[in-house]
Nanobody
Framework: QVQLVESGGGLVQAGGSLRLSCAASGRTFRTYAMGWFRQAPGKEREFVAGISWSGGRTSYTDSVKGRFTISRDNALKTLYLQMNSLKPEDTAVYYC???????????????????WGQGTQVTVSS
């Protein structure tokens, strides 16, 4: 019911910024909690940031607090992740996800998400 396409990844120097976007299609987008996950080579996919369907609740993994900001524009069916002060350890493939679970809450487990984008590569050089 939902298709997601990420964009905005690329190569950036440490200390730089990127803004990731996730464009969604499907009329049920506005009811879904959404999140950003990332996966580095040899590691499990990890939660980065999440946002409730209304945008009223957000959550971040400790390593990105104060540097990353998640937001959504339901009218435009778009999810964003503003990433500032990037570090080499932020290097990963970043995935946009939509939960499909009812409730105005933030979801942090990948098992709670039903829809995924193809991923966009973020590489931070030192």
């Amino acid at each position: 019911q939902v298709q997601l396409v990420e964009s905005g990844g690329g190569l950036v120097q440490a200390g730089g910024s990127l803004r990731l976007s996730c464009a969604a299609s499907g009329r049920t987008f506005r009811t879904y909690a959404m999140g950003w996950f990332r996966q580095a080579p040899g590691k499990e996919r990890e939660f980065v940031a999440g946002i409730s369907w209304s945008g009223g609740r957000t959550s971040y993994t400790d390593s990105v607090k104060g540097r990353f900001t998640i937001s959504r524009d339901n009218a435009l069916k778009t999810l964003y992740l503003q990433m500032n002060s990037l570090k080499p350890e932020d290097t990963a493939v970043y995935y946009c996800a939509a939960s499909g679970i009812v409730g105005d809450t933030v979801l942090k487990s990948p098992l709670q998400y039903n829809y995924w984008g193809q991923g966009t590569q973020v590489t931070v050089s030192s």
